[in-house]
């Protein structure tokens, strides 16, 4: 049995400060809330670097059946904060026992829930409110008891696709509740209280209120037999569970909630460590949702009012019902409680807007600074570099870019000259390479002074970006007449630049556009030039061009390490948001190549520029890639095109149009548009390719039609057509060849064995983060 505590005299509000003399403006918008009927009393709290500044009683705890005052001390239903004070805080320890794994499907734990569509559901989708699953059990009809509700929620079908939408559910935290009970061993209200509650000192927090503490409880309503709910849950599922859920069911007060705020701040005090605080409280949503949850915290969605309009999107908390909130701002140390019981007594009022009122005022009462390393947590979650759904910059933009040899131009020639000779240059390049006045920069390196253009380097599709096959020779440049090297081919050493060219250069130029993704054979031309410059001894000058999908998303399965191939360089990301003077500089140095590298950068273009933010003149970089929407279906459309699919080569919009004879255009439409992935929709056509497989023959498909280019996550929508052909398709269509270009095994086999592709994209996010350590290090662009 759980002890009970004694309730002490109601806190006296402290001796008034700077900070509280301020704050006494908070007072007129919760007096007025109180006037107007929307709540009957509140108790607010408010903690700023490391002590209560402001704490204040206001209005009544209870109009009926008698009146009483609100007092400091009054315990309060808080509802879905049972979310985030107990359950996820336990699910949280778990984790770092290495007890529960935050990317393992629920059925792990609970084998029961797999039923009905749920096998793939993740323990991550729970925390985060994207399960897909109802807002809450069926009341409809009577039932009673936790093993019932369990049940129930066992098996519940999906309303959504698993990781696909937004679904505010007590459902997840409930199950969650039983996941914990079922891996500790204990009730979650005797789990919550010894590893929670008691470390952090917390003497009026718990489920299941003793009698001793009802006279301080503040009531909530009426319930359906008219008797007036005091100490009693609210929640009419959690009360039907008898009171213990890991979505509602707890009771505290403004004092105790401070502590828990405080322990946050604090790195964890113990309960839990300063790593798994931030995880916690940072970002954890799928990449391209527009909703932004940390594992059971809210930090931007539609239930964000409790943050006001002042404090940024760094911070977290979270609301109950009843007309409890907790806000917690890492970035300036503060922490807003606001409790009141507004739905007594019969369920009409409401407490928020008055949430955002006071969230607003007490931040610019308290005039809130950030410290420098909060600043970058709070620039981290909201720029363009990591959150990927979190940008608050602007994602079009009418920019002015530089690209590298348009600088070049501008400061001259200087830095590549020697000393009483020309310098000789070499020119990796094809149509792509031209300066701001369309001049190429072939045409510019042979006229510039003191360099003599020697040699020229074509790669995949020929220097103008024309051919269509692996049989391109060696050319005379028309022009010039310097002579055109082919660096592709059918074999390896086709590819390769030849080292006896190299050896009568002193540096090689490099100006050339990618598409931002790692199977664009570019980039494992440029790691070839670095590894044959090094070998000649001469120096490789990266001219710098934009990412074109642009340089602030990182996405899809790294490439397993020793598994480099033409289309996969080194183990990076399908999708990794760099330029090719920072891919440069990681293979250079990652794959301990050392050349001599220079990286002459662009002025102007910053991370989230998609290409037409830039005012540059598009020019496609393959015969193929023939416009920004068709360079941001790429990564997805691209990673599945060496099965037996057309993906529109051959037609007016290659990369847009996916078909094959065997596929009823119709069906598949109707599969892709019902698993919900963001940012893209899918129209059934018909279409009849002039090149590629299946050329000349009628084939039935999709139109992929982009809807929100920032939140398409094209990799993972590359899986889920790949899935969606396998399920419906699977005589006819030719899976294994993903392999080529996937070049991850771990995604591989998830496909080959039938498991969700948002499971199989959970599996990769692993990768993702270890890659993106590496890959900060060599970002030039904020």
Not at 608 to 628: M, Q
Not at 638 to 647: A, C, P, Q
Request: net charge negative; with cysteine; glycine share 10%.
């Amino acid at each position: 049995m759980l002890g009970t505590a004694a309730i002490s005299p109601a806190t006296v509000t402290p001796k008034p400060t700077p900070d509280s003399s301020r704050l006494q403006t908070v007072d007129a918008a919760i007096e007025q809330a109180i006037q107007d009927g929307n709540i009957p009393g509140a108790v607010l709290l408010v903690g700023h670097n490391g002590r209560v500044v402001y704490r204040k009683a206001y209005g009544s705890r209870s109009l009926e059946p008698k009146r009483e005052a609100m007092t400091f001390d009054t315990i309060f239903d808080i509802a879905s904060l049972t979310k985030v004070v107990a359950t996820t805080p336990a699910v949280m320890q778990l984790m770092e026992q290495g007890k529960v794994r935050l990317s393992d499907p629920v059925d792990k734990y609970l084998a029961d829930f797999a039923q009905n569509g749920k096998a793939d559901i993740t323990v991550r989708q729970l925390l985060t409110h994207y399960s897909g699953l109802e807002p809450d059990l069926d009341l409809k009809t009577p039932w009673e008891g936790k093993e019932t509700a369990y049940r129930m929620a066992f098996s519940e079908t999906p309303a959504e696709a698993p990781g696909a939408k937004f679904i505010y559910s007590d459902i997840n935290f409930l199950v969650l509740g039983a996941l914990v009970e079922k891996v500790s061993g204990e009730t979650l209200d005797e789990y919550a209280q010894r590893h929670i509650f008691e470390p952090l000192k917390m003497t009026h927090t718990r489920f299941l209120p003793p009698t001793a503490w009802h006279s301080k409880i503040a009531p909530t309503q009426y319930d359906e037999n008219d008797h007036m709910l005091r100490g009693v849950v609210h929640d009419p599922t959690a009360r039907r569970m008898g009171g213990v859920a890991g979505h509602a069911g707890l009771f505290s007060t403004a004092e105790d909630l401070s502590k828990f705020a405080q322990a946050l701040l604090n790195g964890g005090d113990g309960i839990l460590s300063p790593l798994a605080v931030e995880k916690m409280t940072t970002p954890e949503q799928p990449p391209s949702a527009p909703v932004l949850r940390g594992f059971g915290w809210d930090i931007d969605s539609p239930y964000s009012t409790n943050r006001g309009e002042l404090l940024p999107v760094g911070s977290y908390g979270h609301t109950g019902f009843t007309g409890t909130s907790l806000w917690i701002d890492p970035t300036t140390q503060s922490y807003i409680i606001l409790l009141t019981n507004a739905v007594h007594p019969r369920g009409q009022g409401s407490a928020i807007a008055l949430r955002t009122k006071v969230a607003t005022a007490v931040s610019a009462r308290l005039q809130l600074t950030p410290s420098e390393k909060e600043a970058l947590r709070w620039q981290a979650i909201t720029g363009y570099n990591e959150a990927q759904s979190a940008q608050r910059r602007m994602n079009t933009r009418n920019g002015n870019v530089k690209n590298g040899i348009d600088v070049w131009e501008e400061h001259g020639v200087d830095v590549w000259q020697i000393a009483g000779r020309k310098t000789h240059i070499g020119l990796l390049t094809n149509q792509t390479g031209i300066d701001a006045q369309g001049r190429r920069t072939i045409d510019v390196l042979a006229q510039a002074p003191g360099v003599s253009l020697d040699a020229i380097f074509s790669p995949e599709h020929g220097v103008t970006g024309t051919l269509d096959t692996t049989h391109v020779g060696d050319t005379k440049d028309a022009a010039t007449g310097v002579t055109v090297y082919s660096v592709y081919g059918s074999t390896d050493a086709a590819r390769r630049p030849p080292l006896d060219v190299l050896k009568q250069l002193d540096a090689v130029v490099i100006d050339i556009q990618d598409a931002g993704v790692r199977f664009y054979t570019y980039e494992t031309t440029l790691g070839y030039f670095l590894e044959a410059a090094a070998q000649a001894g001469i120096e490789v000058i990266v001219l710098d061009r934009p990412n074109p999908v642009t340089g602030s998303f990182v996405q899809g399965p790294v490439s397993d390490v020793g598994r480099t191939d033409f289309t996969d360089y080194w183990t990076v990301p399908v999708r990794h948001g760099m330029t090719m003077g920072e891919l440069a500089k990681m293979f250079n140095l990652e794959r301990n190549i050392n050349a001599k590298l220079t990286v002459v950068a662009m002025e102007g273009w910053q991370r989230g520029d998609w290409f037409d933010s830039t005012a540059e003149e598009w020019i496609n970089p393959s015969p193929n890639l023939r416009s920004v929407t068709e360079a941001a279906l790429y990564p997805g459309v691209g990673l599945i095109e060496g099965t037996n699919i057309s993906v529109g080569r051959g037609t007016d919009t290659p990369f847009e149009l996916i078909g094959a004879p065997w596929i009823k255009g119709r069906e598949l439409a109707a599969y892709l548009n019902a698993r919900g992935i963001a940012g893209v929709r899918f129209v059934p056509v018909t279409f009849t390719p002039s090149a590629a497989i299946y050329n000349g023959d009628k084939c039935e498909g999709i139109n992929l039609v982009l809807t929100d280019r920032d939140a398409l996550d094209g990799p993972e929508m590359g899986i889920e057509i790949a899935a969606a052909l396998k399920k419906l398709y699977s005589a006819d269509y030719k899976l294994d060849k993903i392999a080529d270009l996937l070049m991850n095994q771990g995604a591989y086999d998830g496909l080959m064995a039938g498991e969700d592709p948002r499971r199989i994209e959970q599996d990769w996010q692993d990768g993702l983060q270890k890659f993106e350590l590496i890959r900060q290090k060599y970002l030039i662009y904020q």
